[in-house]
């Protein structure tokens, strides 16, 4: 594999493609504090639907970002454990705090009505 960025098969592709997914980053820092069954990752994360979880957590699995853990006396009980990528989802928080309020700004600013600009996707 390479490491140029532009390349397809580049590592820091394969990255940039596991962060670009809102629910992949959103899931691994619900799963930061240790691990939970699919139940509590729904109480804590607002907006997730059950099967977008579900998909979510099977496609972090797939890419060894999670570990699916089962009860051995209740097979039907399972726990998910995030494995990697918080330094990486941190880091994207504490940009998200300092800019957050300048971009959103920024994009009321550039969906605010103005006779001199055609309008946007807003």
């Not at 997730?48 to 209740?74: A, P």
């Not at 726990?79 to 990528?85: A, M, N, S």
């Not at 941190?90 to 309020?101: E, N, P, Q, R």
Request: aromatic share 6%; net charge positive.
């Amino acid at each position: 594999m390479t490491t140029n960025a532009f390349l397809a098969d580049c590592r820091a592709r394969l990255a940039f493609d596991l962060l670009s997914n809102t629910w992949n980053a959103v899931v691994l820092w619900a799963l930061r504090d240790g691990p939970r069954r699919p139940v509590e990752l729904r109480e804590r994360i607002g907006g997730i639907s059950s099967k977008v979880l579900t998909e979510t957590l099977r496609r972090l699995q797939s890419n060894g970002l999670v570990d699916r853990q089962t009860d051995n006396d209740h097979p039907s009980r399972v726990e998910y454990q995030g494995r990697t990528l918080l330094a990486p989802i941190d880091a994207v928080g504490a940009w998200a705090f300092k800019y957050g309020d300048e971009v959103m700004a920024a994009q009321e600013a550039a969906c605010a009505p103005n006779p001199q600009r055609p309008r946007s996707a807003c």
